[in-house]
Structure formats: C-alpha cells, structure tokens
C-alpha cells in the first residue's frame, strides 16, 4: 500500500491552511484534497474499479476508474493525471468536471474532502495496480441502475458523488 507522505490540509473553500502526514487524517479529521477520475470510452461505457480486499476502507467496493489524494504542493490536474496512470496504466486527456467538499461517514468517523472529478476519454482497457481487482465498464444509466439496486456493491461516497457530476459528463 501506499507509504505514509505529507497532503495539504485545506478549508471548506480549498484554502490551503497547511500541511500534515496522510496517516494522521483519520485522526485529526482534516480535509484533505481528493481527486476522481472517470473514464469512458468511445462507446459512452464508464469503468468503474473495484477495490482490493487488501485496502484498509471500503475493500472490494465499486468506484472511480481512479481516485486518491492530491499530495503536498500537487496541482489537482497532476493529481488526476498520475493516479490514473498508477492505477490503470491509461494516459488520455483529462477534463476538470467540478469540485466540491464532501463530508461522509466512513467506518464510524466523519470524512472530509475537497474533491475534484475529472473525466477522459479512451479505448484501452486498464492494466490494474494492486491496489485494484477488478472493473467493470457501463453505460451511465446502467451506472446508475446498478448504484440504486445494488448500493452496497460500491464505495459509500460514490453514490453522491456521481449524482453530483450527473449533469456535468458527456454521456
């Protein structure tokens, strides 16, 4: 898994207030700054990846094509643009989307982010790290389909997450 490294603390406004080790979020319950990442292809099908049993929240649910925290002194872009390639081994052109906070619940505690969403476009199947098992590629209403009948099968955010960008993605 990933090693412990320095993210930007942030305000509700994405104001950067200062700087603290990734581990410590889960304690301090900072808000840190996240980037998601949306993938379709040619045919409109979005990959969404499943997590590995292995990951230490949400294992074996259903999200991004690719998401993780923007590190220290990292631009969201750079952010987007190198999850996407450590976790799926894709390159493509990335659009920003929006960005909002968040404030979820997540294993008893109360999680904070300014998240970012990108979207991209590409033909190429991913080539999954690690820290991904699996993926699956849908159309955005068979997305959504699958998020309203079958909700635990992803991450707890996603759903609000996706209802979020739904007006934003080029379906």
Do not use: W
């Not at 049993?53 to 690719?66: G, R, S």
């Not at 199947?125 to 909700?151: A, M, W």
């Amino acid at each position: 898994m990933d090693e412990d490294h320095y993210v930007d603390v942030v305000d509700e406004q994405d104001r950067v207030i200062g700087k603290d080790l990734r581990s410590m979020k889960p304690v301090k319950g900072f808000i840190t700054r996240v980037v998601g990442i949306l993938i379709r292809d040619s045919c409109g099908k979005y990959i969404i990846c499943k997590r590995s049993p292995n990951k230490k929240t949400e294992p074996n649910k259903y999200d991004f094509t690719a998401c993780g925290m923007v590190e220290f002194g990292e631009s969201y872009e750079h952010a987007a643009r190198r999850e996407l390639l450590e976790e799926t081994k894709l390159m493509c052109e990335l659009k920003q989307l929006c960005k909002k906070y968040f404030q979820f619940e997540e294993q008893g505690r109360i999680r904070k982010c300014m998240l970012a969403v990108f979207e991209g476009i590409s033909d190429q199947d991913p080539v999954l790290c690690d820290e991904l098992v699996g993926y699956k590629k849908r159309s955005f209403d068979e997305l959504q389909n699958e998020i309203k009948t079958h909700p635990e099968l992803f991450t707890a955010n996603f759903p609000c997450e996706i209802e979020f960008v739904k007006g934003l993605l080029h379906k």
